[in-house]
Structure formats: C-alpha cells, structure tokens
C-alpha cells in the first residue's frame, strides 16, 4: 500500500517542473518580445530626423552604427554579468536603462544629442539577449534547447515585427512625429522588463527543484570539475575557455556578416519605403506596411530553424545555419 502510495510523487513533481520550465521560457520569450522596440526604430525616426536638422544619410547611419557596436561589445561584457550576477537581474535591468536611453535620444536637439545616448543605449540593449539566454539554460537541458530557442529567437523575430507595427502606428496612425517613436513604444519594453522579473527565477533550485543533470558541459573533465568545485570559475577563466573554442569563433564571425546584413536591411528598408517615390502606385498595400514583411519573416525563419535543426539535421546545428544564411544571400540577390 505505501509503495503505490508513493509511485504518483515522481510524475506530478516532473509535471510542476515542466510546467516552471515553461513558464520561464514565456517569461523570457515575452520580456524579449519587446526588446526591440527600443533598438530597431531607428529607421522610421530617419526622415524625421532628417528633415528637422538636415543631417544627411551618411551622418545618420554613423547613429546607427554607434548603436550596433556598442551593442556588440555590451555582448561580450553582458553575457559574463549575466554568468556572475543572474540572468533575471541583468535582463530586467537593460529593460528599464535602455527604456531611459529611448526617452533621452527623444529629446536630441541635433547630432551630438542623438549619437550620444542611442550609442548608449545599444549597450543597454545588450542586457537583453545573453542574460536571457542564461536563465533559459539553467532550466532546459542541452538535448532540448534546440526547440527552446527557436521560440526564444521567436520571440525575437515578433519583437522585429512589434517595433516596425507600433513605428508605423506612432506615425501613420496617431500622426505624433518621430521623438515619440523612441517614447512610447519603449514602454511596452519596461513593462515587460518588470513583469519578467517578477514571473522568472534564476535556477530550478530557486523553486526547490534539482538541478538538471544534462547542462550542456563540452567534456567529461569539464563535466567534473563543474561537479567537484564549489567556487564559482572567474571572468578571466570564462574569458578564456571561449576564446579557446575556434568552432565558437567561427560561429561567432559567420554570425557577425548575418547580422552586417541584417541590420543593414532592418536600418534602410523603412527609410526607402516611406520615401517619396513609393507613395504612389496601383499596389494594393500600402508600401509602409510591406516593411513589415521582412521581420515576419525573421519570426518564422527563427521557428521554423530549431525544428529544422533537430527534426532534418539530428541537431546538427551548422547544417541548419548554413541552409538559412545561403536563402538569406539568395533572396537578398534576388531582391
């Protein structure tokens, strides 16, 4: 009687843990949904920049560009905070600065004033990614994440999306002019930012779960030194066994020309389409909502790659990515 008293007990402990597995899943994929709305606006804010201090394109793309490496090298310094102090506390906090960092490039009375904080802001938005992707870690094990951050990079891609649809709303739809499209969409990403840090916990032991078993570790020795030391590894240890990874570092390389082109389309593709020779046509949708076409696509290519890794590739996760970056360069040509 007491053995088949106690046999339920494993099965609805492992049900309350994947529930809490996906509840920080969500907690992390909506804190990111609005993300970008404080760092892919750029664009449709340009010819009202423009047109209001005469700052030619060439200028203005020196603003963005301020933003994308601050942004890359807030990457390299966010993702190691995120190791020392917690993913939910570091993501949480570049929700609220880089909301701050949007309101303050709203009020730039010309050059200085819009290089300055949006630079700034790109470090903010660094707090994002990498801390999010910590806390997701310590809930998924490695044989699952595959899956789990397709909806992760989801989430992303509908962050694209939300940040072209509530520029245009801001400018088509309330008719406010460009300093409100760094002011009020950004508020999507504070609350988020907020709601995350009251829904998500670092680690499984923070709910009085165990630690998972299968977390990715690269080796056996790694594995049990991971398990013997109680200490935790510093900066510089971490540092180190990165820049020992050469298939980390060409990952990271082959993923910095994606990004020179995609940011190079999310950045210009508004400008050219609210542009005075695409406000006139036969075309049955108006161009400014076509920009919208390019981060739903992201969304889905986002989706639809975790599976194709796992499902196509055995998770052979290079596969997937140099499938997805050859369409990209073809439909980019194409275009």
């Known amino acids: 009687m007491n053995r088949a008293h106690t046999l339920p007990v494993p099965a609805v402990r492992s049900a309350s843990f994947r529930v809490a ?32 201090f005469g700052l030619t394109k060439e200028v203005l793309g020196w603003i963005s560009a301020a933003m994308l490496w601050a942004y890359a090298i807030g990457q390299a310094i966010n993702g190691n905070l995120a190791d020392k102090f917690g993913g939910r506390r570091i993501m949480t906090l570049g929700a609220v600065l ?17 290089i300055l904080p949006w630079g700034i802001n790109g470090y903010f938005q660094a707090l994002g990614w990498a801390p999010g992707s910590r806390l997701i870690s310590n ?10 951050y397709g909806f992760y990079v989801f989430a992303a891609g509908c962050a694209s999306v939300l940040s072209y649809v509530t520029s245009i709303v801001v400018l088509e739809v309330l008719h406010l002019e460009w300093r409100w499209i760094f002011r009020l969409p950004v508020l999507l990403m504070l609350a988020g930012g907020i709601l995350f840090y009251l829904v998500a916990r670092e680690r499984p032991q923070d709910l009085g779960f165990e630690p998972l078993a ?8 790694d594995k049990g030194h991971e398990v013997a030391q109680d200490t935790e590894e510093t900066s510089a240890q971490r540092y180190k066994a990165v820049l020992k990874n050469a298939r980390l570092i060409i990952a990271a390389v082959s993923l910095g020309f994606q990004n ?14 609210l542009g005075a020779n695409w406000k006139s046509g036969d075309s049955m949708i108006d161009p400014k ?3 919208v076409a390019l981060p739903v696509g992201m969304a889905v290519g986002a989706l639809s790659n ?13 596969l997937a990515i140099m499938l997805y970056m050859f369409l990209g360069a073809a439909t980019s040509l194409w275009m």
């Open 214 to 221: 299968d977390t990715g570790v690269a080796n056996a020795e």
């Open 289 to 291: 909502w076509i920009t």
């Open 306 to 318: 975790g599976w194709v890794s796992d499902k196509l590739f055995g998770s052979k996760r290079y």
């Open 139 to 148: 809930w998924w094990s490695a044989s699952e994440r595959g899956r789990v």
């Open 21 to 52: 597995q996906w509840r920080m899943l969500l907690a992390a994929m909506f804190c990111y949904l609005f993300f970008y709305t404080g760092r892919q606006t750029f664009g449709f804010a340009i010819p009202g920049i423009q047109a209001e």
């Open 260 to 273: 020179a082109a995609r940011y190079g389309l999310i950045v210009w593709v508004p400008v050219h389409f």
């Open 98 to 114: 880089s909301c701050g960092a949007n309101w303050v490039t709203s009020f730039a009375s010309g050059f200085a004033g819009l």
